[in-house]
């Protein structure tokens, strides 16, 4: 198994920026895929941004602004937002899974989530 924790999220103006970690322990974090989810409330989850060994895969409404990186020898997995708008407000969870992919369905194991509020 991976277990997953997220770390990074706080409360920030629009148009600044934050670096959220996800930090992986268990199984090879080499084997799998990572991808960032977010769910504001009332809403449904939905993909923000994935990466396996050969692509990046992003959102439209973070494109531009949001970049995905992994470093498999410390065992984590980074999202660097920056001109964040009050839209991007929600609670950011990192995934792992065999295949990359923008749909939840597509990960087997889930970080806990960490919170993101951006301020007009």
């Known amino acids: 198994q991976v277990q997953l924790v997220e770390s990074g999220g706080g409360l920030v103006q629009a148009g600044g920026s934050l670096r959220l970690s996800c930090a992986a322990s268990?199984?090879?974090?080499?084997?799998?895929?990572v991808g960032w989810f977010r769910q504001a409330p009332g809403k449904e989850r939905e993909f923000v941004a994935a990466?396996?060994?050969?692509?990046?895969l992003y959102a439209d409404s973070v494109k531009g602004r949001f970049t995905i990186s992994r470093d498999n020898a410390k065992n984590t997995a980074d999202l660097q937002m920056n001109s964040l708008k009050t839209e991007d407000t929600a609670v950011y969870f990192c995934?792992?899974?065999?295949?990359?992919?923008?749909?939840?369905?597509?990960?087997?194991?889930w970080g806990q989530g960490t919170q993101v509020s951006v301020s007009s």
């Open positions: 990466l396996d060994w050969l692509r990046t």
């Open positions: 995934a792992a899974g065999t295949v990359v992919g923008s749909r939840p369905a597509a990960y087997d194991y």
């Open positions: 268990g199984r090879t974090f080499t084997r799998y895929a």
